[in-house]
C-alpha cells in the first residue's frame, strides 16, 4: 500500500512538472511560458538560434501531448464525480486510476523526449552547468526546500 501510495505522488508531480512543460505563452508560469526559459537561457547563455530551437521543440510536443492533457483533465473530471458526496464504487475508481497511470505515463515520456532534445542542443559546458543546477535543485527538494528560482523565471507565493 505505501508503494501504491509513493506511485501516486509521484504521479501527481509528474502531471505538474508535464503541464509546466506543455504550457503555452500567457498568464501562467512554466517552461513553455517562455519565463523559465528565460531565466535558464541567461543561466546557460544560450545562443538566439539554441533558444529559437527550443521554442521549436516546446511548441511541438505542446501540441502532440494536447490531447493528453485534454485526457487527464477529463479523468479528473470523473473522477471527481465519481467520488462526490462520499460516493465510492472501487471498481469504477480502480478504473481511472489505471486510465490516471497511462496518461502519467505518457506525460513522463513526454517530458524525458523534450529534455533529451534539448541536452543535444547544449555545448559541453552547459550541459555541465545544467547538469549542476539539476543536482543541486534535486537535492532542495529532498530536503523538503523549494527549488532555486533562476533570474527572469517565475515568482511564486510573492
Do not use: Y
Not at 508531480?13 to 528565460?38: C, D, K, T, Y
Not at 529559437?52 to 485526457?71: D, F, G, S, T
Amino acid at each position: 500500500m505505501r508503494t501504491h501510495r509513493v506511485l501516486v505522488v509521484a504521479a501527481l508531480l509528474v502531471i505538474g512538472w508535464a503541464g509546466v512543460f506543455a504550457q503555452g505563452p500567457g498568464p501562467r508560469h512554466g517552461f513553455g511560458g517562455g519565463q523559465f526559459l528565460g531565466g535558464m537561457a541567461k543561466h546557460l547563455n544560450l545562443t538566439d538560434e539554441q533558444k529559437a530551437e527550443i521554442r521549436k521543440i516546446l511548441e511541438a510536443e505542446r501540441e502532440l501531448m494536447k490531447p493528453v492533457h485534454e485526457q487527464l483533465r477529463e479523468n479528473r473530471q470523473a473522477l471527481n464525480e465519481v467520488t462526490k458526496d462520499g460516493q465510492f464504487n472501487e471498481a469504477q475508481v480502480t478504473k481511472l486510476a489505471e486510465q490516471q497511470g497511462d496518461l502519467v505515463a505518457q506525460t513522463i515520456v513526454s517530458r524525458e523526449r523534450v529534455q533529451a532534445q534539448i541536452w543535444q542542443l547544449l555545448t559541453p559546458e552547459q550541459r555541465e552547468k545544467a547538469s549542476q543546477v539539476r543536482e543541486r535543485t534535486k537535492d532542495r527538494m529532498q530536503g523538503g526546500e523549494r527549488p532555486m528560482r533562476f533570474e527572469g523565471g517565475p515568482r511564486r507565493g510573492r
